[in-house]
């Protein structure tokens, strides 16, 4: 089966403000032409490198085409080949503007352009991003923790990009404890263990009694932000337990 590109960025952003660019965006753009077989996926990410480029755009949306680019299988030859190809007809400061985001993700570490799109992420919101999360060897990707109140009621924004998610695990105690999760940013899931996962968008509450096995994460393609707020309990503490799978994580949409 073919790989069909799925998109939320449009509602994410601007399904209240402008639901019908929104559509536009998410089930036109990418839900039909992205997904129009005529052109493989490869070709089309250098076709809408080469547009942007061509048009001067050099922000958050260019570097995550260029990273698009790179996971449909253009390498870091191939990429240069064609900044430098389009440097002659589009000219040459845009071409120095596109190698800086170009470097940045075909570097291991991620470099310029994870940055970039980091910080148009983090505009959309209203709580910090942060730093990267100190309990990131319980998370499978990049995740980020801002401390929002450590008075009265704990709570933390915890930010995930796009494909992140968190290991299962569980809030114990033995009265009370718990926690709650508020969607502030992007679109995730939450799943206890033995149920279907839950879809989680902006405005989006779950509350999550001690003791009950779960994960939580950004849906594909897409970063996520939530609000984890700690509700007090007796012997309060958390167990990691096992990554969420693959093969589960790919089945979400």
């Known amino acids: 089966m073919a790989e069909r590109i799925t ?9 209240d403000f402008a639901p019908e660019f929104a559509h536009y965006n998410d089930d036109v753009l990418f839900g039909e032409n992205w997904n129009n077989g005529d052109i493989d996926l490869k070709t089309r990410c250098i076709i809408t490198v080469v547009a942007l480029m061509a048009s001067g755009i050099t922000d958050s949306s260019l570097a995550y085409h260029l990273q698009n680019a790179k996971a449909r299988g253009v390498t870091r030859e191939e990429i240069a080949a064609v900044i430098t190809h389009v440097a ?26 994870a940055q970039s799109a980091k910080d148009a992420y983090a505009a959309s919101i209203f709580f910090p991003v942060g730093e990267p999360n100190p309990f990131g060897q319980y998370f499978t990707g990049q995740s980020y923790l801002a401390s929002v109140s450590t008075e009265q009621v704990p709570m933390f924004n915890v930010t995930f990009e796009p494909g992140c998610r968190n290991f299962w695990h569980a809030h114990h105690a033995t009265k009370g404890g718990g ?13 206890e263990r033995g149920f279907e996962p839950v879809e989680m968008v902006p405005g989006t509450v779950v509350n999550i009694p001690a003791n009950v096995e779960h994960w939580h994460g950004a849906a594909p393609g897409s970063w996520f932000s939530h609000l984890a707020i700690e509700v007090e309990g007796e012997n309060a503490s958390t167990e990691w337990l096992e990554p969420v799978s693959d093969e589960d994580y790919g089945k979400l949409e």
């Open 88 to 113: 002659f007809y589009a000219g040459w400061p845009k071409a120095w503007a596109v190698f800086n985001l170009a470097k940045g993700v075909w570097d291991a570490e991620g470099g310029d352009a």
């Open 7 to 15: 998109q939320t960025a449009g509602r994410d952003a601007l399904g």
């Open 179 to 191: 926690q709650v999760l508020v969607c502030v940013g992007g679109r995730g899931y939450y799943q």
